[in-house]
């Protein structure tokens, strides 16, 4: 029944009490059950008892949620009370989208017209919330005028959802100051330190952020959450696993949040067994397993090296969104099984889930590593054709890596320049990689040359035009290569790799040669040195010193960080164990040729998962075929 066509009853005294009819309502679960008392009310006229209308409302606006009926409801009410804005006002500004949140205004602003009424403190934490949610921060400010002339700044609701108010539209500053002001109210109130917490967050700025987790009076597991999450979102991913061991050792617990901040850390430095106790972890403690949950795991285990895992895993997911497509289809595409990915996209689309631009990434990566070069084009063309989606950067990037490997360097090159959309340098240097692989000195100078003006003090172009030359035997252009780079003081990122030992995670810097390397592994690398040469491995030592690598190497000693990983995991891991090392740079020719050499030596598996891809080291091969 439309509440609308029915006529309206003045309310008699003989009108039943509202605490006598409404045990029932407690009964109800949805506004679908709620209606046959709704039709009995407006009958008898109830409705036109305030409290009694007001139960209504709240029930469908808050507990079930059905604010389309709950706005009917409302519009009907003769003068509604306080309660009944506030429930309404409340309901439109936690809807999470910005119509709603626009009705929450606009509702707001119409009680301040109604002669009935006033706001309370109960109104303007929902009002703060709909301001947030639309960026408003010129509204906020002048209910921030309101709030202050009802002396109503420091009630603890008003104050929390002002300041995140200001917190969520950038102003951390406000947000500091009412902070600040509020020293009472700060004390134990946890609350209020996660919103200032979650503000610096947002601007990035860790520092400040640990400062305050640090100097926090209590800490709830949404403090430790945050903190977690905002590590693993600005790339300090040891920090992010660190700190989620000490949230161990404080005994916080782990919730469904916690796991999914983590997760994409735990990928990142290939820590499998941690990733390994998180799966446990969820499953025993009936932490669901969703499809986002479902995505971090796949995603996890294929970063870690287990592609066969993150496929059970994917399979196991009771729903699959477009995130989990995307994780599995980039899990195969990274181990080079470029057919299950088609086949997996296909599915997708068979199953009603619309690829995205994350899509076509994961295709295109998948085709470049497997040389698909006809099926990439098509894959290509079809983005930009077909689907409607723009490409962005790293979808030409793909594509030039794809064709540069190829061999196809003036179609890469043509791409690049009828681009869209400005070109970067790693689009370039794509394209040099691949001058270098086919020795095309010619557009290898050419391109090197217009990377040197676009990021002048990169490591990149200098490295890439070196090793040309050095693979040409041509000593006289590698060393002015070498005098020109120290000229301009090009800096190169240091190297580091991470293996993990029993759970946790040992990082591994070309610094640490000369001061703080273990004895141990210094000893264990002499060893592996000596092995080598026995094999009669013996780098060409003017190669060595000539080319250039993406990275220094140390001075004495020559070991690049995943040789002392790979030593160490040697040292202290069990004979059986696989050996996982994660590098952050591009494996160098030297490291690839021993690590292979040391898989045999020691009987190893040994996978190394670089920049670009997986290395799975074993009996003297890797599965790269030396192709990276
Ligand atoms: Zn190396
Ligand atoms: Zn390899």
Redesign the pocket.
Known sequence: MNPATVPKIIVTPTSPHPSTFFPELKQCKTSRDIKPFHARMIKTGLIHDQLAAAEILRFCALADRDIAYANLIFQQMDTPNCFSWNTIIRAFSEGGNEDESLHALYLFVEMLQSDFVQPNRFTYPSVLKACAQLRGVREGNQIHGMVKKLDLEHDEFVLSNLMRMYVVCGEMNHASLLFDSSVELIKGNVVLWNVMLDGFIRLGNLDSARKLFDEMPQRSVVSWNSMISGYSQNGLFKEAVDLFRDMQTEKIKVNYVTLVSVLPAVSRLGAIELGKWMHLYADRNNIQIDEILGSALVDMYSKCGNVERAIEIFESLPRRNVITWNAIINALAIHGRAEDALDHFRRMESEGVEPNDVTYIGLLTACSHAGLVQTGRLVFDRMINQTGLKPRIEHYGCFVDLLSRAGLLEEAEGIISNMSIQPDDVIFKTLLAGCKMHKNIEMGKRIAERLMEMVPNDSGSYVALSNMYASLGNWDEVSKVRLMMKKMEVRKDPGCSWIEIDGEIHEFFVEDEANAMDKEIRLMLGEMSRELSLLGYTPDTTQVLLNVDEEEKGSGLNYHSEKMAIAYGLIAMSPQTIIRVVKNLR?CDDC?ASIKLFSRIYNRKIIVRDRKRF?HFENGV???M?Y?
């Open positions: 494996i690839h290395h890797c599965s790269c030396d990276w």
